[in-house]
T-cell receptor, first 110, second 112 residues
Framework: DQQVKQNSPSLSVQEGRISILNCDYTNSMFDYFLWYKKYPAEGPTFLISISSIKDKNEDGRFTVFLNKSAKHLSLHIVPSQPGDSAVYFCAAVNDYKLSFGAGTTVTVRA | NAGVTQTPKFQVLKTGQSMTLQCAQDMNHEYMSWYRQDPGMGLRLIHYSVGAGITDQGEVPNGYNVSRSTTEDFPLRLLSAAPSQTSVYFC???????????FGPGTRLTVL
């Protein structure tokens, strides 16, 4: 029973446009949320995070939004670049444990 | 710094064999964890450790053992390999569970 869900397995976006990745969770005890990026044959790398006491965190082209009442978070990438083509995982932390979503594969078209 | 290293990169086992996946980090991180990645499932936590001598179960611990005798090393043991354990295994470390986790490059395991 997955507590973190990424319902869109893939996303295709044109270079320069905005990519919006969505994530829903069911456990209200999650207190920290992270996004990871993964290229083939490599381990995931950290992208951006947000504490449950905030609703927005921005880092360069990446912004994460958290809506606690809806148990929903999203990652915005603006502008999208070819190097952003990867799998993106949403993750949530509770009681020393991380729960990951299934991932969204982003393809940035030239 | 080498970061998080994992060995081997690839492994093929027969059903019933045992083996140990090695994981080491040189960042003095207290928190270490093991995940498996399967298609459509994301990464699932197998076991984790909040410090030397302390380990606990994650979401999918059955069939796996861990120990943490030093801060640097966190090996994962498969006691009797089964085809259902065919997967890509990632080790990760961080200062705490809420900090950025640094992942190793992964071990691709096939059990025949």
């Amino acid at each position: 029973d997955q507590q973190v869900k990424q319902n869109s397995p893939s996303l295709s976006v044109q270079e320069g446009r905005i990519s919006i990745l969505n994530c829903d969770y069911t456990n209200s005890m999650f207190d920290y949320f992270l996004w990871y990026k993964k290229y083939p044959a490599e381990g995931p790398t950290f992208l951006i995070s947000i504490s449950s006491i905030k609703d927005k965190n921005e880092d360069g082209r990446f912004t994460v939004f958290l809506n606690k009442s809806a148990k929903h978070l999203s990652l915005h990438i603006v502008p999208s670049q070819p190097g952003d083509s990867a799998v993106y995982f949403c993750a949530a932390v509770n009681d020393y444990k991380l729960s990951f979503g299934a991932g969204t594969t982003v393809t940035v078209r030239a | 710094n080498a970061g998080v290293t994992q060995t081997p990169k690839f492994q093929v086992l027969k059903t019933g064999q045992s083996m140990t996946l090695q994981c080491a980090q040189d960042m003095n991180h207290e928190y270490m964890s093991w995940y498996r990645q399967d298609p459509g499932m994301g990464l699932r936590l197998i076991h984790y450790s909040v410090g030397a001598g302390i380990t606990d179960q994650g979401e999918v611990p059955n069939g796996y053992n861990v120990s943490r005798s030093t801060t640097e090393d966190f090996p994962l043991r498969l006691l009797s390999a089964a085809p259902s354990q065919t997967s890509v295994y990632f080790c990760a470390s961080s200062f705490t569970s809420s900090d950025t986790q640094y992942f190793g490059p992964g071990t691709r395991l096939t059990v025949l």
